[in-house]
């Protein structure tokens, strides 16, 4: 092979490398995209748990296809899934809450998903997403506890006309008789609720995600 042929072979070698490039971002741009929708419709279909917490602590499965995409694609596009989904319920399910409840969504989600997402990126193992999301779902129940405690319960009464902390101590009383003040509140009736919402997703992630995983491959490694 003479000089110029070996510099035609490198520059379809290149080519190749840019379109597959290319490709690869695309991927990951729609799978981004298709993961919100995914998470925002789940978000859409949320429901009370009223024998745990008052009914404006909603249940959903929205963390689920955050923490898939995290896992697949890495902790920023689980982050960025997040946000997206929270963007469309914002722009599509206007709240009296004038977007504390999506903020409180938001931190929640990454509070969940850079843990374990972290923690697995850099060594892909079974054991590893098994700690990580251990690791997510009790930080999820502390960080929990404490923003409700300190920002986001002050900020549900400060947007709110109707709103006050006795009325919301008030209804965690209702569900709890031994809640009485916002330390019980946050103890029997945020902290049970995070615990149970995180600690459903971490185990539906550990039952889905490797047969899910199968179909989020990159279909340039399928081949």
């Known amino acids: 092979m003479n000089s110029t042929q070996e510099a035609e072979v490198t520059v379809v070698r290149e080519g190749g490398k840019k379109k597959t490039a290319t490709f690869v971002r695309v991927y990951r741009i729609a799978l981004i995209g298709i993961l919100s929708a995914a998470a925002f419709g789940l978000m859409m279909l949320d429901f009370p748990l009223v024998w745990i917490a008052p009914d404006f602590y909603k249940f959903d499965f929205s963390e689920l296809p955050v923490i ?28 009296p809450t004038v977007g504390v409840g999506e903020f409180a969504n938001f ?12 923690i697995y990126y850099f060594k892909k193992t079974k054991r590893r997403a098994v700690i990580g999301l251990t690791i997510s779902t009790i930080s999820c129940v502390i960080l929990g506890s404490c923003l409700n405690a300190f920002v986001l319960l002050p900020m549900y009464c400060r947007v709110s006309a109707n709103l006050t902390m006795d009325i919301i101590i008030s209804a965690g009383h209702a569900v709890h008789k031994i809640i009485n003040d916002l330390p019980t509140f ?31 491959k990159n279909p340039m490694e399928r081949v």
């Not at 689980?78 to 722009?91: C, R, S």
């Not at 989600?109 to 374990?116: M, R």
């Open 68 to 95: 898939i995409g995290a896992f697949a694609l890495g902790p920023v596009a689980g982050v960025v899934i997040e946000f997206l989904k929270n963007v469309l319920h914002i722009i599509t399910a206007p709240s």
């Open 107 to 118: 931190a929640m989600g990454v509070c969940y998903v850079l843990p374990a997402s972290l």
């Open 186 to 216: 946050i103890f029997f009736a945020v902290a049970p609720f995070n615990l149970l919402k995180y600690g459903v997703a971490s185990i539906i992630t550990m039952l889905i995600y490797k047969q899910i995983s199968r179909v989020l």
